[in-house]
């Protein structure tokens, strides 16, 4: 039997990948792919995703043609290297796995045009990350693939095959973990280059379909950035970014050169803010964004801000609210703010040598703007015209909110440019940044010291409490039934009461 390629790592990711012989003769063999079979065994994160197992008998690998799955690997590398968006509505926070496999499940069997078009949607973000769509018959994990800032997130269900051996299952349950982008792009490209360099011997027949192969595999290194780029950022906002960077004088971050790298290892700020905002985003608004990003250039975090981040870089995103409760306490303690009636985010700004800007943008989608990291002069941008921000209460919530992407949310290039925009940005983010905004402003200890009676909270109470804090009553109801200081009942009854 001939030994194991392995390429990676098994902590992080690992493809091991050997040809062995096929026992059908040729002309019984797919005529597309019948040169390749062969054994896998992927790793991620130390778990085994391709082991299986059928009643007492264990097997670490998965075998069959591998020809479809490589293919699948080079045809799709730019979508599973650089795709993050789910093309479906209210996405949630769950990682692909879950998430994709529900929107298929919920859409299948829609009988309007709306749920046939978010079905077929759904059916073409599955076919380009998940693995078992390049299954062609063999038994393959449910394993998927997909770009989350400048990491690669894999998540898996352990979910069995549709249509295989009675009582086959995997043996790993679900799970997810998220690898540096370059570590998995470097193991699925060496993987891809040993498969063509090195094919099994092979009847003439399929050598045509080896070459084809060989030079789909040999372009990638040819890939032009700006198709990397386009992957990640809308196709209409990306052209009005690039010409609004033209206008302000600057060479766009966004055109790049030839790749040196055929993926992106770590995004550009103005990749990673134009990520993350509405296909629709206007002119004026594109143009807006190019020029703060612009502005800060060439700055960089304060002394006090650059430590309180040190700590911080890269958190993982657990539980939303809590570890958004948690980070807010911290900080809380860290800049010693307990002590003052109410928690003031402006002067926090002030202190931390952040700037502070309101605008009016056309667009009511995006509620505020964070830029900070190695290279840039920190700022958050209020958005007037967005719903949240219609009074001074709102704006200080947005303030927050955007202090926690400052804070926690850079990537692994210790930087973060991130619009707040309602769907298009991360919802595991978004929560984790609201619940960092509430507890932040509203800390237990200071709603406690303004309560007169924590076991019995009327609407008085709620009414002087969210002026002592400068919060809105609605914020304050729902981060009191948070900290467990009123039940669904209480919060309802004093819901009524302020209709």
Known sequence: MPEWMRFGNTATVQICI?????????????????????????????????????????????????????????????????????????????PAAIACNRALDDWIAADDPQGQEQYADAQDWYFRHGVRSAAAGGTFPDLFIRRVADDIELSWSGAPMEFTREGLAFESSAGHA?????????????????????????????????????????????????????????????????????????????????AAEPYINELPPAVAMFGSVSPDLSTHDVTYLCEQIVAGQDGGDSPELADLVANRHSATLGVPYRDGHRFAGELL???????????????????????????????????????????????????????FNQNESGKRFTIAHELCHVLFDRTRARRV??????????????????????????????????????????????????????????ALLRHLRNLGLIDDVDRDRLRDRSA
């Open 333 to 387: 303690e860290d800049m010693a703010l307990l002590d003052s009636d109410f928690i003031d985010v402006h002067a926090m700004c002030s202190r931390l040598e952040i700037d502070l800007q309101e605008t009016e943008l056309e667009t009511n989608t995006i509620r505020g703007v964070a830029i900070a990291g190695d290279g840039f002069s920190p700022r958050i941008v209020v958005n007037r015209n967005h719903y």
């Open 178 to 258: 998220r690898v540096p982008v370059r570590e998995v792009a470097e193991t699925i490209l060496r993987t891809l280059e040993w498969a063509v360099n090195h094919p099994p011997e092979s009847p003439a027949q399929y050598r045509d379909k080896i070459a084809a192969l060989q030079a789909k595999v040999d372009a990638l290194r040819n890939v032009e950035y700006l198709e990397l780029v386009r992957t990640y950022v809308p196709p209409a906002v990306l052209k009005r970014a690039i010409v609004a960077f033209d206008n302000i004088g600057q060479t766009s971050p966004l055109k790049g050169n030839q």
């Open 18 to 94: 050997r040809w062995v012989d096929d026992s059908e003769p040729p002309e019984r063999r797919p005529a597309a792919y019948g040169w390749s079979m062969g054994q896998l065994t992927v790793h991620v994160a130390s778990v085994n995703v391709t082991a299986t197992r059928l009643g007492t008998e264990q097997q670490p690998y998965v075998g069959w043609y591998l020809a479809p799955f490589l293919d699948w690997l080079a045809t799709n590398w730019v979508a599973l290297l650089h795709e993050e968006r789910f093309p479906w509505p209210n996405p949630g926070t769950a």
């Open 417 to 474: 440019a991130h619009a707040s925009s309602g769907r298009w940005a991360a919802q595991g983010i978004e929560q984790r940044a609201n619940a960092f905004a509430a507890y932040l402003l509203m800390p237990r200890a200071l709603v406690l010291m303004h309560l007169r009676d924590a076991n019995r909270i009327e609407k008085f109470d709620v009414q002087h409490l969210a002026s002592a804090l400068q919060v809105n009553e609605s």
